[in-house]
């Protein structure tokens, strides 16, 4: 088995732009229905077809495949065929201002980015900005009366809700497909650096990437992004970014032309067994590395330390802990419970701007 992103790499530059978003509020929770068409039509109008080409350039000769064509062109530069290839994916309109949300992965290298709107309109699109380590990107179009997507709360979603998927698998434009919420924050996929996926069993395939997940009222509660897959399609296991998480991204690139995420400076590694505690057993983190001159180490933790609490919540696993602090913004204050030797600790300091590796 293996992980697939959905779609095919091709794009970006990053560009800075300063204005306000307008995003659509949320409806309340639908009842029970037989039939899902208002959500479907309250949040079609926002899914777009992404169609982007690249020049992709690769060693040819027509006598490549001979043995002593292949001994020559060991020993000097092979001949370059360029060819144009082309792809496809999916995008939310975020903002009336002609913001849309997609996955980094779909534009990716791509020399021409064509959107394909739900009425039938096309636009070039310009690549804003993208973010490789939530695997989205930010286009803009330039088109009048845009509808942009109300955005839900994916902190409200239960596993076994009701979701529907929008997108352009295939090719097959406007697709819908219904399924629930598989799981809530799984990570630890090592597919992007922050993840916190919802997990559906809404049919999910190459070309629905960067596409929208909607709850049954027709609200936005992720981007879908990848699938588990044997076959390279759908087998019941598809992953989206959370729309908080998504929105997030989409204003620091608009606002600040990259994506501003908290820094504590410390490295962890997981405990081997359970703390026990007067409160009960704990899971923590064990302190292999402290930054000099970071946040953490301006707040007294040191190598060593046992970390078992950020901000009054359990840290009981690193990739986990990383996020949360990632969603804090620097000048935060944070607080840290710490076991050190025979006696625990509550260290106090501000969050500072994680470095751009």
Known sequence: MRWQSLGW????????????????????????????????SRASPAVVNIYTSKVVRSPYHPLMDDPLFQQFFRRSPAPQRERIQRSLGSGVIMSTDGYLLTNNHVISGATEILVLLADGRESLAKV????????LAVLRIELPDLQPIPVGDPAAARVGDVVLAIGNPYG??????????SALGRFGLQLNAYENFIQTDAAINPGNSGGALIDAAGNLLGINTAIYSRSGGSQGIGLAIPADSATKVLQDIVQHGEVIRGWLGVSVQGMPARLSLPEGPRAGLVVSDVDVGSPAAKAGLQPGDLLIGINGQPADEGRSAMLRIGLMAPGDAFSLDVLRGEGRLELKGVVGRRPIH
Do not use: C, K, M, N
Not at 13 to 37: D, E, F, K, N, Q
Not at 128 to 135: H, K, L, Q, R
């Open 128 to 135: 804003i900005g993208s973010d490789p380590e939530t695997d």
């Open 9 to 40: 790499a091709i794009a970006a530059g990053l560009l800075a732009a300063l204005l306000v978003l307008h995003v659509t509020p949320p409806s309340s929770r639908p009842p029970a229905t037989s039939s899902w068409a208002e959500a479907v």
């Open 172 to 181: 097959f434009e406007q697709s819908v497909s219904q399924g629930i919420v």
